[in-house]
Nanobody
């Protein structure tokens, strides 16, 4: 069964840090490009960061210098280290796996709330 499960969301104060994890099962993880997206109510889901199967990373401008995406192919896991969090980072964060033109795989999401 193909599955992505996110962990690590929670409540944090501005300036704080969180580390999100996404564990994959049922796929050959190492050949997938992986991404983190986020969504707030009433807005479209947006790409936050992505890492290719070759390790090339890309970030949305608003998180550059604060967030770091990484992957551990031995653990079938992708991470998102989030530092210097801001209230505007509050969202549900989703893990995404994609390969070629196949439909992407999504996790169930994890809530991140940044509030004083």
């Amino acid at each position: 069964q193909v599955r992505l499960v996110e962990y690590g969301g929670g409540l944090v104060q501005p300036g704080g840090s969180l580390r999100l994890s996404c564990a994959a099962s049922g796929i050959i993880f190492s050949i997938y490009d992986m991404g983190w997206y986020r969504q707030v109510p009433g807005k479209q889901r947006e790409l936050v960061a992505e890492i290719t199967r070759g390790g090339i990373t890309n970030y949305v401008d608003s998180v550059k210098g604060r967030f770091t995406i990484s992957r551990d192919n031995a653990k079938n896991t992708v991470y998102l280290q989030m530092n210097s969090l801001k209230p505007e980072d509050t969202a549900v964060y989703y893990c995404n796996a994609r390969i070629g033109t196949s439909l992407p795989i999504w996790g169930q999401g994890t809530q991140v709330t940044v509030v004083s």
